[in-house]
């Protein structure tokens, strides 16, 4: 019998809370379930990256770009995933809108990188020219064509929505809307008030792996005890709560107290250490020496002790986080949106990392995307962000996500391997199975095998 508690959520489909009864199952030993496997030529075989091409990607919602990079009428943004490629934009009447990047004359991509101020389309090639809202304007040179039908030049329109400050598109006329496709997400993250941030950096980043290799590497937290042994002073790895809905998941980790893993249990001063180390900047304290913890009693419990810290030197840098209670201060939730989005977030931080596919299955761009928080309601003009694409290796994300990318090339090439042919999953790997039953799916493919499949409800 299953040891996994399946809980309805009304009308968002079925979730799973798995946190506690995987704690539960450690203590009480192995069950005689089979491991969850998946085969590994998924991560490194050109027919299947050619498949989801085919299959997946265009009918997708995908993180394109963010409020800011589109706040003004004349913003325009190129988005590439693949050989697909979309223009965002906001038109003169402010409407957010989306376009397939294609020229219908001759069929040449319309638009590169970002621009601002813009108030038609004009293709470079031979200069015909659309209005922002997607409508044909001109055609040099017309009469030359013969008859031309205005109504079918218009610019291929694209399913546009957003979810916070993050902007989506879908290829796929028939898609569902964003926000049935984001199941519970967007109620499940309501507290974190995330209209409250602006984006300042995007930085993309080629990466030598997959891009599931790259986003399993954020869909669960098995790897904290090997690959940040930092963070089990300050994180409760045993105890995240994971609920999956049929696109999107997400895992609420507790911070601020020490991974039970850990034997003896840290010192109140060693858990201050490492608050500081991990924290750095956010927490005001100097990550090498942060000094004596302060007084840890019944009415100030280690958790408020370092929730009134962080509060304190984020007023210091102008942001009030008086309305977020301690435990909310400490506790990241990780949301995972199919097929390559993962949005963490903090109360004062929010980071969303995208990985769009390379050239080779072996290749996939990462898209880092750092948000800073706002006072609620504060109504100045978001900015586009500053844009940079740099090596691997060239860009620091800090110790963590540093630790995460540095690992990528290893974790690719490793799959390669003749002898590896299945990789196995644990109860705790269920958003790394959700993303390869989604693909299942889309692909129209056999699941790999139906043993595991309580997880997902
Ligand atoms: S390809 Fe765009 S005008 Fe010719
Ligand atoms: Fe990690």
Redesign the pocket.
Known sequence: MSDITARKVAEEGTAVDIGSLRSRSEQQGVSDRRPITVPADRYTSAAFAALEAERMWPRVWQLATTLDAVARPGDVTEFTVGRLSAIVLRDQQGVLRAFQNV?L????ELCHGSVRGLTELR?Q????CWNLDGDLKEIPSRRDFGVVDNEAYALRALAVDTWGPLVFVNFDPEAMPLAEYLGGAPADAAHQGLDDFRCRVQVTVPVPANWKTTADGFSETLHVQGLHPELLHIYDDLDSDQVVWTHAARSRQPYGRPSPRLRPTPSDQEIWNAFAAVFSSRVGLDPADPGPVPTVDEQHPLLSVMATQLRAARAAAGLDLDRFSDEALMTLDQYNIFPNITVLVFPDLLSVLRARPGDSPDECFLDAFQFDRVAPGDDTERTPPLCVELPLGEASFGLVLDQDFALLRHAQRGLHQPGLTRITLAQEEVRVLNTHRNLERYLGIDPSEIEGDHLLG
């Open positions: 020229c004359h001759r069929g040449i293709c090639y031979h200069r015909w």
